[in-house]
């Protein structure tokens, strides 16, 4: 059974970074890309990155282009999303999610989902 596992949200000011962690268990991932989603208070859940587990590639919108990273470590089974200048805007749920798709960003493409963390940006 996938198992995926947020941790690394908490509140932090305006300018702030944090690095958000998904541990997943459960199958392989070669073949899966592995994406952050964000959903704030009375919004739709949006895309935030996305990586191929097998090749480490990476995956934006423009929209998050310079101030998100996403990475992974193959020995942890773990993907990162390093989130830096952290703004107001950026509080809500993080969502880590797992799908057998290539450069997706619409959430009804991922199978599975972990349970969210919060993050709180404060001016």
């Known amino acids: 059974q996938v198992q995926l596992v947020e941790s690394g949200g908490g509140s932090v000011q305006a300018g702030g970074s944090l690095r958000l962690s998904c541990a997943a268990s459960?199958?392989?991932?070669?073949?899966?890309?592995m994406g952050w989603f964000r959903q704030a208070p009375g919004k739709e859940r949006e895309f935030v990155a996305a990586?191929?587990?097998?090749?480490?590639?990476?995956y934006y919108t423009d929209t998050w282009k310079g101030r998100f990273t996403i990475s992974r470590d193959i020995a942890k089974i773990t993907v990162y999303l390093q989130m830096n200048n952290l703004k107001p805007e950026d509080t809500a749920v993080y969502y880590c999610?797992?799908?057998?798709?290539?450069?997706?960003?619409?959430?009804?493409?991922?199978?599975?989902w972990g349970q969210g963390t919060q993050v709180t940006v404060s001016s």
């Open positions: 459960g199958r392989r991932f070669s073949s899966y890309t």
């Open positions: 999610a797992a799908g057998p798709v290539w450069r997706a960003a619409a959430a009804s493409a991922y199978a599975y």
């Open positions: 990586l191929y587990w097998s090749d480490g590639t990476p």
